[in-house]
């Protein structure tokens, strides 16, 4: 945790002294969206056509973001770091580590308590621009998924420890649109073989093809500084071993400028890895390195 | 059958004449806002904003201060629905030439907001503002 702490501060402090001159702050306040928990810039749980920090068509910008997911009986914790380049390539990279309940590991004696994953991802913008333009921002992206260690993957059934998901995502931002309130909505479709984000692995039993999952954001800015919203995110069921539900979410993010957000979120993941009701507290916070 | 007809056309007449009484005309922004006063406010400290932003103030080194801010004032008057004529040139004309950037014009919508703001107008009236300037900037990036 700390050596990955000082990689990521060592890599934005050796490309904030690179760049300078083209540090970011070139959008809207709260246009730049959140960092989701795969490490894409978006929502808390969906990937969003918009890239993840304020850089216009004429600058870059880098992003540091933690995310801790603590639900009934798991812990879901996921660190990382984005740079996008004039407002068209997004790069990520996000750890995800998922702790598992003592019950869990006693069962399958397990060596280690928690499954830890490795996902780079790349996410293009096509066209438009959330604000302003006629037709909501449209992106497409992928994420690639590499599981540290696939024992549990494996006794589950899994078929593989790595998978890439493709997506595509529209996002708009609606000016006074609600009683006028600032709406914004994210729609995004994404192609799969991921069980649990690809914490559990990826295909399985009850089925080894990608399938087309939807998923969706809806949030109301209620002042300059305060996004309030519901996430709703399709999951696959490709294990026949364990149950895997949709997750949905609401949220509240605080951006009190452009250098940080935060965000606070009650998820509902139902079934996870045999538990029930899974619900609990997600938090996040993105640093807008420049 | 008679007793329903006349009913009916009760019901009808008492509907039709709730839909005719007379309903207040819809306030436009432009008087919601302040009116004139406002407008004015709005503008002057536009330009006192632009003035204190050494990039933003690059593009108006030029400008007739006096001219932009009579046809500032008119502009932002007609789009906010108030009783004026807006008397300069095309949005398109104006910012020709000056090969404004995205970041430089996101800033000055900023600049914009700030105006806004210490000109007293709410959250809410804001966004209706800026919904209403939002499709112009086609006439104004990189041209």
Known sequence: MIRTCFKIA??????????????????LLAT??????????????????????????????????????????????????AASFYDRVELSYAQQTFVLPASLITQLSLG????????LGVKVRLYGDA????????????????????????????????????????????LAAVGGYNLVWNLAARATKANQLGLLGHGGAGNNHYKVMLEGSLGVL??????????????SNNLTAVQEDDWTDVFVSYIPNKNINITAAYAN???VATKKDQKGIYLSMTGYLW | MVNHVKITALVLSVFLSACAAPTKAPVSLYEEIGGQATIEAITDNFINEVSF?????????????????????????????????????TMLKVHQGQNITEADFNTTVDLLVSAMEKAGLSYLQQNRVLRILAPMRGEMLYK
């Open chain 1, 269 to 271: 993941l139902g079934t």
């Open chain 1, 222 to 235: 209620l002042s300059p500084n305060w996004v309030m919203g519901l996430e709703y995110r399709q999951k």
């Open chain 1, 32 to 81: 730049a969206g959140l960092s989701q928990i795969e490490g894409s810039g978006g929502g808390g749980l969906v990937p969003w056509a918009t890239l993840s920090g304020y850089d216009s068509r004429d600058e870059t910008s880098v992003t540091a973001f933690m995310t801790d997911v603590n639900i009934t009986d798991y812990r879901l914790s996921s660190m990382g770091a």
């Open chain 1, 112 to 119: 280690s308590e928690e499954i830890k994953q490795d996902i």
């Open chain 1, 131 to 174: 604000v302003y333009s006629p037709y909501p921002q449209l992106s497409v992206g992928l994420q690639y998924k590499q599981l540290d260690d696939d024992f549990v993957a494996d006794y589950l059934g899994a078929k593989s420890d790595s998978g890439t998901d493709f997506y595509v995502a529209a996002t708009k931002v609606h």
């Open chain 2, 53 to 89: 932003n050494e990039t933003i103030f690059q593009y108006f080194e030029k400008t007739n201060i006096t001219r932009f801010r009579e046809k500032f004032i008119e502009h932002l008057c007609v789009d906010t629905g108030g009783p004026c004529t807006y008397t300069g040139d």
């Open chain 1, 10 to 27: 060592s890599v934005s402090y050796l490309a904030v002294c690179a760049l300078p001159s083209v540090a970011s702050d070139g959008k």
